[in-house]
């Protein structure tokens, strides 16, 4: 078995280049994330995607997203309702989805990389 650090899926909808996406209504689907409580796939890759066309997305390693406010080196990242990577900062009893923690520090339109590490966190 051969492991890669990105998956091809289809874009259900126009996919802008290192936005965070979640599944679509597909298998192998995937559509932007609109919310910190999306079920986060990834970050798609450099290149803009149009809607039925095919979008890598990285799943594993180190990767690139675009932020959407400040975030510091080491935070968890989640997606806002433009798709864009924010720090995770749940309120108290509420859950976000996060696709990883920022390996540097960044603010809202820079491209920074993060380290994949999907997972939930709870405020």
Known sequence: MTYSRFRSYVAESAVDAFLIVKPGTADRAVVPATAATDLLVGTSDETATALGGDV???????????????????????????????????????????????????VSGDVITYRVAPGVIQG
């Open 56 to 106: 890598d997305v990285a799943v594993g390693d180190i990767a690139y997203v675009k932020l959407g406010g400040t975030v510091a080196r080491g935070q968890p990242i989640t997606a806002n309702a433009s798709s864009l990577g924010v720090v995770a900062a749940p309120a108290t009893g509420t859950n976000n989805r996060i696709i990883g923690f920022a390996e540097v520090s960044g």
